[in-house]
């Protein structure tokens, strides 16, 4: 991927040629072995990064005319700080890699407001930087002719470099899901939309299990837009989403068959398992399996119902850890043949969506990448009154949030 985007882009082939060191990781452009002065005056090698953007095989513009810094404070000849250039107070800190953390912030603006193109940026701030160790040591050079750096992206799930994490300056964050292994039981309206939202974080693998044909209504609460002649050629659910959301990522792997009594075994070996179905006997295996094997999970819950000549409801959601198990059992329905507020099979594809974006949302709680303050287990939106009510499981847990 990185060396691809560098040979068909005029200004990364253009470095690369000239003989800098540069490679394409984790969605940044990084320039390694640039010359720079140390505070005790030594000419030290570190390291140049900024996000960069691509579309498909395109590069684009940079977005910005700033760059981050791996290595000491840069100085100038004399030793003092290169102020020129740091617009960052000490504290900064931006990972790119487990392996590279910027510490320093770097900010030149060029006359026109914005760089052209990589090859100026790169060369404006290797420039800036050498001048300073050039006069302390005339033999040090960014141009090196070193070979490339490790792509990072080779071990990626993605097809294509994720640029929302990069430019965000968010890689360490996103990576804290890297390697998980998840299930999705149930891919209607709910499951389609929690499909959407974790295949595009860093997990490793993906296990969809449904066995349920793909019919007109799910067209109106599945994500995206499905053709007719996807409606018009039989096939599961499973089999149309995974081939769907294969074109972003690897690790998608379907199991066109639901989840019972005699086959709950194939969830044990997962790392998380999200919850979207209403049979109650499957459920209540399924739950009483994660359990036993201690691993965690959230159950989703949509109850919508006619009011004269509208709809209300509620969207909820439960989260079962193995070191908080009590609220969950409160708030699980498993019907057993009795309809309960989350079975009248209403579903409305925003409400799909809600109850997925709150799955989601706590998963990645519990992951670390959200704060988790309140530390909920259960959540239900009520719409009528566009309210939230937590349970945390604590004595006086229940908070309203309006």
């Known amino acids: 991927m990185s060396q691809r985007l560098i040979s068909r882009d005029p200004a990364l082939k253009r470095l690369r040629d000239e003989g800098y060191s540069i490679a394409i990781t984790a969605g ?22 900024c996000p960069i953007n691509v579309a498909g095989d395109q590069v684009l513009p940079p977005q910005d005319h700033t760059m981050r810094f ?8 004399d030793g003092s700080p290169l102020a020129k250039i740091i617009n960052s107070d000490g504290n900064f800190t931006e990972t790119i890699t487990p392996e590279l953390v910027a510490r320093y912030s770097f900010s030149s603006k060029p006359q026109s ?7 100026e940026k790169v060369t404006t701030y290797t420039a800036i930087l050498g001048t300073e ?7 040090a050079t960014a141009k090196a002719f070193r070979p490339c750096l490790n792509d990072g992206t080779e ?14 300056g968010i890689n360490a964050i996103s990576g804290k899901v890297s390697g998980q292994r998840v299930a999705i039981v149930g891919l209607g309206g709910t499951g389609s939309y929690i499909l959407d939202l974790v295949a595009k974080t860093w997990i490793r693998e993906i296990h969809l299990f449904d066995g349920d044909e793909l019919q007109q209504h799910n067209a109106f609460r599945t994500p995206g837009a499905l053709a007719k002649e996807d409606l018009e050629e039989v096939k599961t659910k499973v089999s149309f989403l995974a081939a769907t959301y294969s074109k972003l990522r690897t690790g998608i792997i379907k199991h066109e068959y639901p989840i019972t009594e005699t086959n709950v075994h194939e969830l044990t070996d997962m790392d998380f398992v999200f919850l979207a179905l209403t049979d109650g006997a499957a459920k209540k295996a399924i739950v009483a399996a994660l359990e036993a094997t201690e691993i965690p999970f959230i159950d989703c819950g949509v109850g919508l119902y006619r009011v004269d000549d509208a709809l209300a409801g509620q969207v909820r959601t439960t989260t079962s850890a ?21 079975d009248q099979n209403v579903q409305i594809a925003e409400v799909n969506c809600l109850n997925a974006v709150m799955a989601v949302l706590k998963w990645k709680k ?27 499981g604590e004595a006086d847990a229940d908070h309203d949030h309006t």
């Open 28 to 49: 940044y452009l990084v320039i390694d072995h640039v010359p720079y002065v140390t505070p005790r005056r030594e000419v030290s090698f570190g390291t140049l990064a």
């Open 70 to 77: 791996v290595g000491e404070q840069p100085s100038t000849s």
């Open 113 to 119: 407001g914005q760089y052209t193109d990589f090859y």
């Open 133 to 139: 160790a050039h006069s302390l040591d005339p033999t």
């Open 155 to 168: 071990d990626s799930v993605f097809h294509y470099i994720d640029t929302a994490s990069s430019r965000s």
């Open 322 to 342: 193995p070191d908080h198990r009590d609220v969950a059992r409160q708030h699980i329905p498993f019907s057993d043949g009795e309809p309960d507020e989350y």
């Open 366 to 392: 519990l992951n670390g990448i959200y704060l988790d303050l309140d530390r909920e287990f259960n959540s239900v939106y009520v719409l009528d009154g566009n309210t939230m009510i937590n349970d945390t």
